[in-house]
């Protein structure tokens, strides 16, 4: 079955740094790669997705890279703010299964002032 | 539009008992997927119904188990609970159609005495 692998598992960042994210999956057939952020104690919230069709995408101070071919997707974050301090997952899918999610183990971004 | 809602929040039941958790999606979607999220295993995917038909399944024993109802609602059960099942459980919503973005509900804290 697919296998998610996210690094690194805790990240600090002073505010208004960039932060990045890396994922690595392993069925080459995946096609659909969101990204979840969690504060403490709330719900998985859906903050950026990409499909394998499209190399990059931006929201705001939020972009997702795909390279299909290394099988690399990462999460970049510009500008951090204190509010951006949450656990960080990424997920993929495969075809035919895209409410079967499987995710990466985490990463817990700190930004401190 | 309302989220999705799960009930109830919090549950405390001892070894043996059974449970039942419910999830109502969000208005319109038609595919319901559950998760369990614990320290030691992350996120992981249990199974997912559409249609009142169960789609995709995970890798978990018999014991997990679900239905979907006729207006999306699903519910999911565990019987013979353990130890080791103590977990936040997590239900998200979908459109229907290929790579649909998840939406999670806040879960269902269950703790096995």
């Known amino acids: 079955g697919e296998n998610v692998e996210q690094h690194p598992s805790t990240l600090s960042v002073q505010e208004g740094d960039s932060a990045v994210i890396k994922c690595t999956y392993s069925?080459?057939?995946?096609?659909?790669f969101p990204w979840y952020k969690q504060e403490l104690g709330k719900r998985p919230q859906l903050i950026i997705d990409i499909r394998s069709n499209v190399g990059e995408k931006k929201d705001q101070r939020i972009a997702v890279t795909l390279n299909k071919t290394a099988k690399h997707f990462s999460l970049h974050i510009t500008e951090t703010q204190p509010e951006d301090s949450a656990v960080y997952f990424c997920a993929a899918s495969i075809p035919g299964t895209a409410s079967k999610l499987t995710f990466g183990t985490g990463t817990r971004l700190q930004v401190t002032l | 539009k309302a989220g999705v809602t799960q009930t109830p929040r919090y549950l405390i039941k001892t070894r043996g008992q059974q449970v039942t958790l419910s999830c109502s999606p969000i208005s319109g979607h038609r595919s319901v997927s559950w998760y369990q999220q614990t320290p030691g295993q992350g996120l992981q995917f249990l199974f997912e119904y559409f249609s009142e038909t169960q789609r995709n399944k995970g890798n978990f024993p018999g014991r997990f188990s679900g239905r979907q109802f006729s207006n999306s609602r699903s519910e999911m059960n565990v019987s013979t609970l353990e130890l080791g099942d103590s977990a936040l459980y997590l239900c998200?919503?979908?459109?229907?159609?290929?790579?649909?973005?998840?939406?999670f509900g806040d879960g269902t804290r269950l703790s096995i005495l």
């Open positions: 069925d080459s057939a995946s096609n659909y």
């Open positions: 998200a919503s979908s459109p229907t159609g290929p790579n649909q973005p998840q939406h």
